[in-house]
């Protein structure tokens, strides 16, 4: 009898860590523009969840005037892409000409005014909106263990983008200048990297990053305006304990924290798990500010 | 420092006077409630003035800060039943000793300005989130109704006006404190650290110590601000103190000058100024925040009080 309660218990909880696992690499997807956006624009950028949430508006907007969900959903994140790449070309110009930490707070500033404004403009809009994808499957069984199937296909797509995102920076040559410019900044530029012509592109992929987020928030749950702020700390949070200037650091952090996020909120309830969170961000930042996982890019 | 050596600066009392008569020409309700949310406002961006601006800690929870007080305040009043003025001085300690230990924590851990405002950014979640958890003390989401506080000369001047007066002389007394300030010891420590921390640490000056006081100070305003902010707007939420307002504070801060004595009186009339007139246009009016704090972060870091400072400079100049 208590030996099948264990075993139910267990049981239980390989799905609460398979569940954190399949989260976690939806928060990995969600800070991995965000870290690559600091490690080489050096912009911490926080209308990130807002790249979130216009992808999700474009995508509904495009899908109810009659494209193809397929073809709308695919625009709509390479729309995101573009947005960042815009943000680089225009508001953020200005910044780049300050030095050091004035650089850093004045983007800070500038684009945490930034998502109040699309903040404002999309719960403006579109009140009551929310951009959710359906999967007709309602549970996947695998192994005797039953498994939400948005939860899997969300971190599939997740996974997908994550791994696609690793072979183009470890792989391909632009992936590698990207890497160099994020090391260091002046090397590459001795070797004939053009540094701000590879910022533009990681504005443009961390732009895409968050649309593929959305796209896996989407398929999760779901994508409401006014959440960009709440998207961009959960990012943030992941970013500050992978280290936030590291790709693979926030992947890692990602999934780690899904998980803590799982069994927290199973054993405790949801409300203690956010400050379990915060906490380990404050604890991380205290005695290792550059992040748990913080080797390498 | 004795009372003689005081520093009151004469365009503070005509500034202050000007805000004295204010309730005199328009006692409309609606108007003296403006009145005194710009005064409070001000007293809040003299803190950040002091922790942001003079030394330079993107303390990016003042409005938590401010928050702890009020509902400790509140919270110790209701449910010991004991007068608030009581408890005012228990919330100014603990919302003071959490300032100086995110203070004292950052500058030990070497943290630069950017992670002490994530790590602040980060405890102004964690208040929010304490605060909806706590719903039994707290009420939660829905607030918490404050309990009644006497506002002295309330019998003669109604509790309104009352209450106006009581934060303006406080904000008074803030503005004085901050123009001594830049002039104490403290104040000239923490510029010389401003301008070169290194060297200013090796002619003996105990950075730490001097950051800690500035921020323990900074949170006290806050503090006492935010309990009289509970008091007089009869409820505290987490929404009364959300990080919107952080961002009005530093918005003020930017567009009067940071590091003035003038800016942070500018700063709170301008936008509440701008935040009444666009209150009609709703979810928007974040926008237009937003709108603001980018265009003057990028165009107009000096703020409004310096460049009147440097035009009157240049009149009197041409006089002589």
């Not at chain 1, 695919?74 to 050091?100: E, H, M």
């Not at chain 2, 800690?212 to 929404?239: E, K, W």
């Amino acid at each position: 009898m208590i030996h099948e309660t264990l075993q139910a218990i267990a049981g239980g909880m390989v799905e609460v860590v398979i569940d954190g696992i399949l989260f976690g690499l939806q928060l990995s997807l969600l800070a991995v523009g965000l870290v690559l956006i600091f490690g080489l624009g050096g912009i911490l950028n926080l209308a990130h969840g807002e790249f979130v949430i216009i992808t999700g508006i474009i995508s509904v907007v495009l899908i109810s005037s009659g494209w193809n969900p397929f073809i709308a959903i695919s625009a709509a994140i390479f729309l995101s892409g573009l947005l960042g790449l815009a943000l680089d070309r225009t508001v953020l110009r200005p910044v780049y000409k300050l030095k050091g930490e004035m650089e850093v707070l004045v983007g800070l500033f500038v684009t945490l005014g930034l998502a109040f404004i699309l903040e404002g403009i999309t719960s403006y809009l579109f009140p009551g909106f929310y951009f959710s994808v359906r999967i007709p499957v309602e549970t996947i069984n695998i192994m005797g263990l039953s498994f939400r199937a948005s939860a899997l296909v969300s971190g599939l797509i997740s996974f997908v983008s994550l791994y696609l995102l690793l072979i183009f920076l470890g792989r391909t040559m632009t992936g590698k200048a990207i890497r160099a410019a994020l090391q260091n900044q002046t090397g590459s530029r001795v070797c004939g990297i053009d540094v701000e012509r590879m910022r533009t592109l990681v504005f443009f992929l961390g732009g895409l990053m968050a649309g593929l987020a959305s796209l896996a928030k989407g398929v999760a749950s779901s994508v409401e305006p006014g959440s960009g702020l709440e998207l961009t700390s959960y990012a943030l949070i992941v970013g500050v304990v992978g280290g936030v200037r590291s790709v693979y650091g926030a992947m890692v952090a990602g999934v780690l924290l899904g998980v803590v996020n799982a069994i927290a909120s199973y054993l405790l309830g949801t409300y203690l798990t956010l400050i379990i969170l915060l906490g380990i961000v404050v604890v991380v930042i205290l005695y290792k500010p550059s992040g748990l996982f913080a080797g390498g890019v | 420092m004795s009372l003689r050596s005081l520093y009151v600066p004469k365009p503070i009392l005509i500034f202050f006077a000007v805000f004295a008569i204010l309730p005199l020409i328009s006692s409309n309700p609606y108007h003296v409630r403006i009145f005194t949310i710009v005064v409070l406002y001000a007293s809040f961006v003299y803190a950040a003035n002091i922790i942001i601006g003079e030394s330079r800690q993107l303390f990016l929870c003042m409005s938590a800060l401010a928050g702890i007080s009020a509902y400790t305040s509140s919270i110790l009043s209701l449910s010991f039943g004991i007068n608030p003025w009581l408890t005012i001085p228990a919330g100014i300690l603990f919302s003071a000793a959490v300032g100086a230990l995110l203070s004292y924590v950052s500058i030990v851990r070497g943290l630069g300005e950017i992670f002490v405002a994530i790590v602040t950014l980060t405890f102004s979640l964690i208040f929010e989130n304490v605060i909806l958890g706590l719903r039994w003390l707290t009420m939660g989401e829905t607030g918490l109704v404050t309990p009644v506080l006497w506002w002295p000369f309330q019998e003669i001047a109604g509790k309104r006006v009352a209450s106006y007066y009581t934060i303006l002389i406080f904000t008074l007394l803030v503005s004085i404190l901050y123009a001594n300030l830049v002039r104490s010891r403290l104040g000239i420590a923490l510029r010389a650290i401003r301008s070169d921390r290194v060297s200013a640490e090796v002619v003996g000056i105990d950075v730490t110590r001097y950051n800690v006081i500035a921020a323990s100070i900074g949170s006290g305003i806050l503090a006492l601000g935010g309990a009289f902010y509970g008091y007089f707007n009869g409820m505290v939420s987490p929404g009364v103190f959300s990080l919107s307002v952080d961002i009005a504070i530093i918005l003020m801060l930017v567009l009067g000058g940071i590091r003035t004595l003038y800016g942070p009186l500018i700063g709170s009339v301008a936008i509440v100024f701008v935040l009444e007139t666009t209150r009609g246009l709703g979810q928007l009016t974040l926008t237009f925040l937003g709108i603001l704090l980018v265009v003057l972060i990028l165009t107009f870091r000096e703020g409004i009080s310096s460049i009147i400072q440097r035009a009157a400079v240049k009149l009197s100049g041409q006089g002589q």
